[in-house]
Antibody
Framework: EVQLAESGGGLVQPGGSLRLSCAAS????????MTWVRQAPGKGLEWVAN????????FYVDSVKGRFTISRDNAKNSLYLQMSSLRAEDTALYYC?????????WGQGTLVTVSS | DIVMTQTPLSLSVTPGQPASISCKSS???????????LYWYLQKPGQSPQVLIY???SRFSGVADRFSGSGSGTDFTLKISRVEAEDVGVYYC?????????FGQGTRLEIK
């Protein structure tokens, strides 16, 4: 059974940093692109970043470029999102998703709150 | 960036009646490989999104056949032939042809 489990969310002050993790199981992690999608409270879905199977290609939404870094460790079946210079507008539920184009599996999300 | 515009933003449907959601993209979603990268998702209350339709009209495994997708180029439609109570939630279209991937604003479906 495919499972994705995010962790690492929490309350952080503006300008702070946080590292999100996504533990994958039930499929060959190294064979798939992976994606982060976020959802601000009461709002819609926003694609954040994705990463190629071997980590050689990474893409970001403009609003996080230079502040967020997506990475992966295929040996640990894990996806990461290093977030720095956090802003109030980064407050959201962050989902990881298996990315074969159709985002067929999603985790339950981890909540990031940026507030003083 | 490609803008995805959904209409309506909300709809209230009597069980057993049909429902339709439109999604228009600001650019064509037809790739040179011949595929159209348009997807539909449903986010049920309190849950993560789930894929319903990919490639405009292909139903994902396990999705009820009352859901159907159609369209081409920049105009797409999700239809539910007979709405059931379990269909409540927010429906999103998404384009995957260009980075950044973008979603529509969402359409909230409620049951009358």
């Amino acid at each position: 059974e495919v499972q994705l489990a995010e962790s690492g969310g929490g309350l952080v002050q503006p300008g702070g940093s946080l590292r999100l993790s996504c533990a994958a199981s039930g499929f060959t992690f190294s064979s798939y692109w992976m994606t982060w999608v976020r959802q601000a409270p009461g709002k819609g879905l926003e694609w954040v970043a994705n990463i190629k199977q071997d980590g050689s290609d990474k893409f970001y939404v403009d609003s996080v470029k230079g502040r967020f870094t997506i990475s992966r460790d295929n040996a640990k079946n894990s996806l990461y999102l290093q977030m720095s210079s956090l802003r109030a507008e980064d407050t959201a539920l962050y989902y990881c998703a298996r990315d074969d184009g159709k985002y067929d599996y999603w985790g339950q999300g981890t909540l990031v709150t940026v507030s003083s | 960036d490609i803008v995805m515009t959904q209409t309506p933003l909300s709809l209230s449907v009597t069980p057993g009646q049909p429902a339709s959601i439109s999604c228009k993209s600001s650019q064509s979603l037809l790739h040179s490989d011949g595929k159209t990268y348009l997807y539909w998702y449903l986010q049920k209350p309190g849950q993560s999104p789930q894929v319903l339709i990919y490639g405009v009209s292909s139903r994902f495994s396990g999705v009820a056949d009352r859901f159907s997708g159609s369209g081409s180029g920049t105009d797409f439609t999700l239809k539910i032939s007979r709405v059931e109570a379990e269909d409540v939630g927010v429906y999103y279209c998404k384009q995957g042809i260009h980075v950044p991937v973008t979603f529509g604003q969402g359409t909230r479906l409620e049951i009358k």
